[in-house]
DNA sequence: ATCTATTTTTAGCTTTGTCTAAATTTAATT
DNA sequence: AATTAAATTTAGACAAAGCTAAAAATAGAT
């Protein structure tokens, strides 16, 4: 497996492709910032090895082993993320790029001893699951705070969207991962949201709220 | 700067190029398991980005950035090398292929961290010093083995040959960094030397002998 | 100084992964 | 059903890094 192949595998996931659903080359090419082109010539290849299923035209979905394979990327992100926050005092917004890299190394061993080293963390800093070495996901019941009732209350366990400046800008008001948040009122007029998190009231807008997840704790 | 042209001035550095030795096509790929016409190449490459002189026919050395650069690729290699002992159990003839491609990780932020997580060592597992952040050694007094006296003890410090069939044979042998050992005799014959280590006495070949390196404590 | 063996380079080919531009297929619209 | 727009693939090119085989330069030995 080349760093190349890993990547795609990793993306075709992302984009639903595990789910035997098929994901357009386009689609592909514009996450990855690639050119169509590019990706049909993949596609091929990996159809060749049998890790994704190819139908001209159609797009791509992921085989059995090509999940197992990208779960297997997707569990070294994390784990690695993990460990720069956890071991390396990095914050949330700095260790994706650096994990991108990290994923790519190649020993059992080592990923296994992080494991250990970590406490086999069941999550990754922005609450993502981390998959076990037998590519099972530990599912959360989990929603987006846009979507709880006024009234209800829920833990913040994670973020959709984990860009740096959407994770910036949690940190600079102090919302962070653990934090238990109330809904108080909702505004019709742009969908924003009066909360109480840890003893404060604060407002947030609706494109916030639609990037936490919660766990609702009744 | 790709992978490969880390390793090629990786390479150079341990043939000695980093003192403005010229160093041979030849011996640089025999030494990476390439072909000479493929270090031609990467020699023009290298010498292009001012990383390296080289002069047709001549070999080449490293320049001043070159030799800064492979410092600070060794620096890395080193300090995985050490994390993977010391915080993942890794033994230390297992620990080389892994860093070899951990070395090549690109974050001076993961570097500096890891450093300060193993608590600035000054050496790596096998008795390698780790050059600090600016490129410089520590240097150590050390000698081989059997290079030193009758009589005389000093403390293993470290191994010339570090590949996995050495060490695990000095692992068998109970023969650790850290140990005392004190030179009792040596055989004119095959140049074997009997040693006392830990309180025992064994025999021991030149060929170990001269793979050992000690600090003579007097 | 000449010849020869060795070392080193050059020339040309291969693979991986990418791109652009052109051709083709599919999907949407009349 | 025909036309058009969009998506997708093909064809051909390129850069990186490697290889083989042939040519050129160096070094060693007479
Ligand atoms: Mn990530
Ligand atoms: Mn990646
Ligand atoms: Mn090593
Ligand atoms: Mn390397």
């Known amino acids: 497996m080349t760093r190349s192949e ?119 800093p922005h609450g993502d699951p981390i998959p076990t070495k037998d590519g099972k996901f530990q599912e959360r019941d989990e929603k987006l705070l846009s979507e709880i009732p006024i009234n209800s209350q829920g833990v913040c366990v994670g973020v959709k969207d984990s860009s740096v400046p959407f994770l910036k800008f949690l940190d600079k008001n102090k919302i962070a991962l653990g934090n238990t948040i109330k809904v108080l009122d909702k505004e019709d007029f742009d969908n924003s949201l009066r909360i109480q998190m840890e003893g404060k009231e604060m407002r947030i807008s609706h494109q916030i709220a639609a990037n936490l997840y919660v766990k609702k704790n009744d």
Chains 1, 2 share one sequence.
């Open 6 to 124: 890993e990547n795609y595998l990793k993306t075709i996931f992302h984009l639903g492709g595990g789910d035997s659903k098929s994901i357009t080359t386009n689609a592909i090419a514009e996450q990855m910032e690639t050119k169509p082109s590019s990706v049909t010539d993949m596609a091929k290849k990996l159809s060749e090895k049998g890790l994704v299923d190819y139908v001209r035209y159609q797009g791509v979905s992921l085989t059995e082993v090509g999940v197992k394979t990208a779960l297997s990327i997707i569990r070294k992100h994390r784990l690695w993320e993990v460990f720069l926050v956890k071991k390396l005092d990095f914050t949330w917004d700095e260790v994706h790029e650096v994990a991108e890299q990290l994923e790519h190394i190649k020993s059992e061993k080592l990923i296994d001893k992080l494991d250990e080293l970590l406490d086999f963390p069941k999550y990754d």
